[in-house]
């Protein structure tokens, strides 16, 4: 009998130790499962934080686009601005450049009719001035020959 009570033990041992094997390998596997299922909720959290700064990304994008796009539109409208208003300041310099020739124009013919009129008068007064020198040459001449023609006379 102590053969078959040796056989029972080393049974007895081996149905102990299958039962912890099973354990361990029940507990490993449910260990396992844990970590599975945590990996795929950690993916699945990986997933959705991704998706949410991937929106929070295109977000930002068009935000940034639309405000290139209002500052493109500002600096095209400030640049119209700025050359309607050179185009402007240009008439208006034209239109100031225009009346300066023209009132010069003025004041240049102005001039040269006064000088004209001077030249004018400057001649009509030399004339009159000559003929008043050769009207007292007569005069003198005519005085001398009769003193001359008096003193022949009484001489």
């Known amino acids: 009998m102590g053969a078959l009570q040796a056989e029972n033990k080393e049974l007895l041992e081996a149905e102990t130790e299958i039962r912890h094997l099973k354990n361990t ?3 490993l596997r449910d260990e396992m499962e844990q970590m599975r299922f945590e990996r795929n909720e950690a993916v699945q959290q ?4 991704a998706n949410l700064e991937i929106n929070q990304l295109r977000q930002a994008a068009g935000a940034l686009r639309d405000e290139l796009e209002k500052m493109r539109f500002d600096k095209d409208e400030a640049v119209q601005g700025t050359l309607k208003d050179g185009k402007d300041e240009a008439n208006q310099l034209h239109q100031t450049i225009q009346a300066l020739r023209d009132e010069m124009d003025a004041v240049k013919f102005s001039y040269e009719d006064k000088l004209e009129q001077s030249e ?4 009509d007064e030399i ?3 000559r003929t008043a020198i050769s009207d007292l040459r007569d005069k003198l ?3 001398t020959k ?10």
């Open 120 to 123: 004018r008068r400057a001649r």
């Open 46 to 49: 990986a997933v959705a934080d």
């Open 127 to 129: 004339k009159q001035l």
């Open 141 to 143: 001449e005519e005085k």
């Open 25 to 27: 390998i029940s507990a």
């Open 146 to 155: 009769k003193t001359i023609s008096g003193k022949k006379k009484n001489g």
